[in-house]
């Protein structure tokens, strides 16, 4: 792996938002395959929010509980992870955490867009297959009002017509998602297609 | 309490031990006149099943190191174990009136954790042998055995075990009833070391020190892992790694590189010497232990690549300290520079030791006890000829300078030159 698209590590704050145009498209995946390759393959201070009602990831990740900032968190193999995080808490963090962020979006809304506005890398999941198309179209339209430009798009399968379309049709960087076994166990062959992502 | 009913077996050579209820005796077996130890308990003795608890335990160990149970048996009173007597002379007999070198030192270190190490990968679970002091280790000429089971407990049943151990020998953790795993008998077999280090013609070795200090760590969680991983430093201590390193043992080596104070240049010298060593054909690898340096030189290097843990850039080779949700990568084999900062206790770890010296006025340097052994290699850097003159004679130790570099990124000649000159002349790994 070559080094030269790292030069996004020389920031002292990055923030790196994920949404899925639909349901299940692997959008906490991807948040914890960004947010462990950061920590783990490039040693840097990195904070996760789960902007969500209900926490998917306490029994994970929530062994070790700390406090900072008044805000309670948990650390979990380097990462800080801050759970069931509502829109205020989470722009609070964003202000205040010097380091990578990185927020996983449990669903995009007019409630939440503000916080994915604040993301310097915005990465949306989704698919173009006729069952899900709908879903991208719909996103799209919500996206226009708040922050149309600069999303990296997540395609589920190596599918080159799809690509084409979604930078026709949206002008949104396309890309393939990287199959990632376990986000908690990387591998150094899964850090190109992170890096590629992030930069 | 003698048992009855041996006598028309055994003849009593000696009674070792007595009380009401139990026995220990070195006993004659007339059939064929040898000599005995028999163990026996009263019945109604709380601990009667211990005999046969010792019994099993010892059944599925794979040592010669251990003695040989012979029979249980048992009479209408009393039940007893008769094993292999074990003759020789004990560890603490040993040393009363001999002071050992550090081969016999390490011969019998390595022999005591063999035969712990057996018991630690005995059929049907670990064995937490708790009861490791002198008088149990008995020397046989070039044999070290170790005797007396008696509270020895599977690992699987130690949390339920009474909290028996001897003062000063026993692990606190065992004497206190905490939870116990296998590193009770990593603290028994150190101060065993302890004990021979302090009746040695070595009492200064500041490696073995080290090595006892970690093996007794009172903290559990900084003692040394595993008997496996103690044996393993003792065979390299002894100058018999693995086999697995064996053939390229000239090229396994760690060479510490410490400051003496910060800001003295270790880092650079580590690296320019890593440099050197890959233009020179060898592979030689910088592994900074506690800083992320190498991360910090990949975010720098132009046209520097990643593979297998490793970065690559130019003649530099440097291991990257992934954190925990990265896959472990196999570490490479060669000559490693470990930059350890300005902290000395790291740097007793590897095997060789350059100490970094600066000759700034205001800095304060730190020199360690050891400076002097012929392992360590003193470099003087960025400071004048005259300080490096005192300095050497201060500590009566050849002093190198290193020279001035205007290079940032580069090893300049009279780099080159001089890390040459000190890896031949300290024979660091040529």
């Known amino acids: 792996m070559s080094t030269k698209n790292l030069k996004f590590t020389k920031q002292n704050k990055k923030i790196v938002g994920v949404i899925g145009a639909s349901p299940k498209m692997g959008v906490t995946h991807l948040s914890l395959s960004i947010a462990n390759f950061l920590c783990s393959a490039l040693k840097k201070k990195t904070l996760y929010i789960e902007l969500c009602d209900d926490s998917q990831l306490l029994a994970v990740v929530g062994d070790r509980q700390i406090n900072f900032d008044d805000h309670t968190g948990f650390l979990y193999k380097g990462v800080t992870y801050v759970l069931a995080c509502d829109v205020d808490e989470a722009m609070q963090l964003i202000d205040s955490w010097e380091g990578f962020i990185v927020v996983d979006f449990a669903s995009y809304s007019k409630t939440n867009s503000i916080v994915f506005q604040r993301c310097d890398t915005r990465i949306l999941i989704g698919s173009m297959t006729p069952w899900c198309q709908r879903n991208v179209y719909q996103i799209a339209t919500k996206l226009k009002g708040d922050c149309m430009e600069d999303i990296s798009y997540i395609n589920l399968k190596n599918d080159k017509s799809e690509r084409v379309l979604i930078k026709k049709e949206f002008k949104w960087n396309a890309f393939v998602r990287p199959i990632i076994d376990n986000p908690f166990r990387l591998k150094e062959s899964d850090f190109e297609p992170l890096i590629q992502i992030i930069k | ?430």
């Open chain 2, 1 to 430: 309490m003698i048992p009855d009913g041996i006598s028309d077996r055994y003849d009593i050579v000696q009674i070792l031990q007595e009380t009401a209820a139990t026995a220990v005796l070195i006993v004659n077996y007339k059939k064929i006149g040898a000599l005995r130890i028999l163990k026996a308990i009263h019945r109604a003795h709380p601990n009667a099943h211990s005999i046969l608890s010792e019994a099993h335990l010892l059944q599925g160990i794979k040592s010669s190191q251990i003695p040989t149970i012979i029979s249980v048996e048992d009479t209408d009173e009393m039940y007893y174990l008769v094993e292999e007597y074990v003759e020789g002379q004990s560890l603490r007999e040993y040393l009363l009136d001999t002071t050992i070198t550090k081969e016999t030192l390490l011969n019998i270190a390595i022999s005591l954790c063999n035969v712990i190490e057996a018991l630690h990968n005995a059929d049907g679970g670990p064995i937490l042998y708790r009861d490791m002091k002198p008088e149990h280790v008995i020397l046989q000429n070039d044999t070290v055995r170790l005797i007396d089971f008696g509270i020895a407990v599977r690992k699987s049943e130690a949390a339920k075990a009474r909290p028996l151990g001897t003062i000063n020998w026993a692990a606190p953790e065992q004497l206190k009833a905490g939870p116990l795993d296998e590193r009770c008998d990593v603290f028994g077999v150190g101060k065993i070391l302890e004990y021979m280090l302090n009746n040695s013609f070595e009492k200064d070795d500041y490696r073995l020190r080290k090595l006892v200090s970690q093996a007794t760590d009172e903290d559990i969680q900084n003692r040394i892992k595993s008997i496996t991983i103690l044996k393993n430093r003792l065979l390299e201590l002894q100058g018999k790694t693995n086999k697995k390193y064996a053939d390229k043992r000239d090229l396994c080596k760690k060479i510490a590189v410490v400051g003496t104070s910060h800001a003295v240049g270790a880092t650079r010298i580590a690296i320019n010497m890593c440099r050197f060593l890959n233009k020179k054909g060898t592979d030689a690898y910088y592994k900074d232990e506690k800083g992320n340096n190498v991360h910090n030189l990949m975010e720098n290097f132009d046209g520097a690549k990643i593979k297998d843990g490793i970065l690559y850039h130019d003649n530099f080779r440097g291991i990257l300290n992934y954190g925990e949700a990265v896959e472990t990568q196999k570490p490479p084999k060669g000559v490693y520079l470990i930059d350890c900062g300005v902290d000395m206790e790291a740097a007793l770890d590897c095997d060789k030791i350059i100490v970094i010296a600066g000759g700034a006025l205001w800095q304060k340097q730190c020199f360690p006890d050891w400076i002097g052994d012929k392992t360590v290699t003193l470099i003087g850097n960025m400071s004048g000829k005259l300080s490096m003159i005192k300095l050497a004679k201060s500590l009566k130790k050849k002093v190198y300078m290193y020279p001035h570099s205007t290079s940032i990124m580069g090893l300049s000649k009279e780099e080159e030159r001089i890390i040459q000159k000190i890896l031949q002349d300290e024979k660091l790994c040529y």
